[in-house]
């Protein structure tokens, strides 16, 4: 294990506030991704990068944001405007487009 | 833009059985299928992955065919045993386009293996 980690592993949020959820790696990898896992719902893909200062959309990605300031950082900022946001999120990075995805733990975020 | 469906949503099998899980996709650019297994709390990890430029691979008690014809892919695990028990997810990586990079999974197989 190591070489992606996210942070915090369980995160709590008030309704009508924004959180930013941490993905980190030093795997040298030039792609990361953010998925969103529900149950019987698999891991739908809600944003990824390629290269540094470069991101797309993914499949749902209505109320979140990211940024991608450095080849290490991925970070994850869900906004008020996600309607439901409580979901076990996973940050991913692989060398290129067609290798091996590495999963960090995973952030557990609820809504109060 | 590109959607795998992965077929059966739960599988249960005895101790020694083979398993056959199936996927489908629906960009003829996507070029590599990795699958990926999921223990309970766990993260997922890559188990096999096969690319566009092959119709088989085997690794163990595991492997992977793809018809890109078709456009679908299995995972055929033989001789399971109760440490298989997990969720199974298949997922494909698009090689052009507009979704250039993106990694798409489908909606994960729970597999249960009974001694």
């Known amino acids: 294990d190591g070489g992606i980690t996210q942070s915090p592993k369980y995160l709590f949020r008030k309704e009508g506030q924004n959180v930013t959820l941490s993905c980190e790696q030093n795997?040298?990898?030039?792609?990361m991704y953010w998925y969103r896992q529900d149950p019987g719902q698999g891991l739908r893909l809600i944003y990824y990068?390629?290269?540094?200062?470069?991101?797309q959309k993914g499949d749902i990605a209505e109320g979140y944001s990211v940024s991608r300031e450095k080849k290490e950082s991925f970070p994850l900022t869900v906004t008020s405007a996600q309607k439901n946001p409580t979901a076990f999120y996973l940050c991913?990075?692989?060398?290129?487009?067609?290798?091996?995805?590495?999963f960090g733990q995973g952030t557990r975020l609820t809504v109060v | 833009g590109e959607n795998v469906e992965q077929h059966p949503s739960t599988l249960s099998v005895q101790e020694g059985d083979s398993a056959v899980i199936k996927c489908t996709y629906s960009d003829s650019a996507s070029n590599y299928f990795p699958w990926y297994k999921q223990e309970l709390g766990k993260r997922p990890q890559l188990i096999i992955d096969i690319r566009s430029n092959v119709g088989e691979k085997k690794d163990q008690r595991i492997a992977v065919t793809l018809n890109k014809t078709a456009k679908h892919f299995s995972l055929h695990i033989t001789e399971t045993q109760p440490e298989d028990s997990a969720v199974y997810f298949c997922?494909?990586?698009?090689?052009?386009?507009?979704?250039?990079?993106?990694?798409?999974f489908g909606q994960g197989t729970i597999l249960t293996v009974h001694p």
């Open positions: 795997l040298n990898h030039d792609a």
């Open positions: 991913a990075s692989s060398f290129y487009r067609d290798s091996e995805a590495f």
């Open positions: 997922a494909a990586s698009t090689a052009g386009g507009t979704s250039y990079g993106k990694l798409t």
């Open positions: 990068s390629q290269i540094v200062n470069d991101f």
